[in-house]
T-cell receptor, first 115, second 111 residues
Framework: VTLLEQNPRWRLVPRGQAVNLRCILKNSQYPWMSWYQQDLQKQLQWLFTLRSPGDKEVKSLPGADYLATRVTDTELRLQVANMSQGRTLYCTC????????????FGEGSKLTVL | QQKVQQSPESLTVSEGAMASLNCTFSDGTSNNFRWYRQHSAKGLEVLVSIFSDGEKEEGRFTAHLNRANLHVSLHIREPQPSDSAVYLCAVSDTGYQNFYFGKGTSLTVIP
């Protein structure tokens, strides 16, 4: 059973449009949920870690703006906006039990390509 | 913020030969280090987690950590063509919440 389900797995994004990603956690024993971004050069970069329902954070990086929301104990969302034209980006969800030796899992990622 | 660098950028080994990958980091106060691999279009698969100096073995994968030298390595014993993937080194921040990744080593195992 996959611990983390991300959707959509792939989206073509018209220039200027925002896209909403969801990450669903199948086991609530992993309270810490995070978003990472990964570019075509495979460099993974941490974006956010949100612990509690209602938590929100925004971040602006070269090439895209991000808004993350912890909706429930088992759902994390990411809105990606203002992506650079022609860019391809992967957004990956992570879940973690907490503690230094805690279990940590990554989702399979969502691929976004801007037209 | 941790700076994580991996070497080599790419590595080709023959099936059955040992593969060795290197990772250096900038802040030796972390005690949470993980090696992942990623096949094309797939998620991250954790290989080894190591939390103290020394050696940690998980099947054919062995990690060596030396925080004084700011270095962690991964050795793959008897690599197989199915081990061909990008291998990523991850080092946590001191709060353990967030990981900083290297750019990866692309490993190709030839039969």
């Amino acid at each position: 059973v996959t611990l983390l389900e991300q959707n959509p797995r792939w989206r073509l994004v018209p220039r200027g449009q925002a896209v909403n990603l969801r990450c669903i956690l199948k086991n609530s024993q992993y309270p810490w949920m995070s978003w990472y971004q990964q570019d075509l050069q495979k460099q993974l970069q941490w974006l956010f870690t949100l612990r509690s329902p209602g938590d929100k954070e925004v971040k602006s990086l070269p090439g895209a703006d991000y808004l993350a929301t912890r909706v429930t104990d088992t759902e994390l969302r990411l809105q990606v906006a203002n992506m650079s034209q022609g860019r391809t980006l992967y957004c990956t969800c992570r879940a973690w039990t907490g503690g230094n030796t805690g279990q940590l899992y990554f989702g399979e990622g969502s691929k976004l390509t801007v037209l | 913020q941790q700076k994580v660098q991996q070497s080599p950028e790419s590595l080709t080994v023959s099936e059955g030969a040992m593969a060795s990958l290197n990772c250096t980091f900038s802040d030796g106060t972390s005690n949470n280090f993980r090696w992942y691999r990623q096949h094309s279009a797939k998620g991250l698969e954790v290989l080894v987690s190591i939390f103290s100096d020394g050696e940690k073995e998980e099947g054919r994968f062995t990690a060596h950590l030396n925080r004084a030298n700011l270095h962690v390595s991964l050795h793959i014993r008897e690599p197989q063509p199915s081990d061909s993937a990008v291998y990523l080194c991850a080092v946590s921040d001191t709060g353990y919440q967030n990981f900083y990744f290297g750019k990866g080593t692309s490993l190709t195992v030839i039969p």
